[in-house]
């Protein structure tokens, strides 16, 4: 047996396909493999101008996975945030979602996640140092 620290896309599609194959004989499977996939939001200002975005990824089981929500400094306040989640959230119902998952840490958005009814169900303390890691969840 060999290690090696680089693979090629079959390798990975193999990977993928035996965890796969492994969780359906565990869990069934709700959503279809043709609604899995990324979640985009993007909004822009009046003159074209990108103000704020959030991608996501829309996995089995009926989980959604915000990954990134970033509104520009001059525009945050004013609900670009929350029309975004809002936007993402609504997609990933479309498409079978039931639950919203994401992480922040303590310097960023928790507390404006909060307000969107998510819920924290795990922290880890003093990640990054000096700071904590908090992951929320949401039923859609």
Known sequence: ?????????????TIFNGINQFNFTHAKQVIEDQNCGDI?????SEDGEVIGGAL??????????????????????????????????????????????LDTFSFQAKDFYIKLNYEVYGTVNNFPEGHDWYYLKKVL
Not at 3 to 11: C, L, M, V
């Open 56 to 101: 996501a990824t829309l996995g089995y089981y009926g989980g959604v996975m915000v990954k990134v929500l970033w509104v520009k400094e001059s525009s945050r306040g004013k609900g670009v945030g929350r029309k975004l989640m809002k936007d993402i959230e609504s997609q990933a119902v479309k498409r079978g979602a039931s639950t919203s998952f």
């Open 1 to 13: 047996m060999n290690i090696i620290q680089s693979s090629s896309k079959d390798d990975i599609k």
């Open 40 to 44: 985009e939001a993007v909004m822009k």
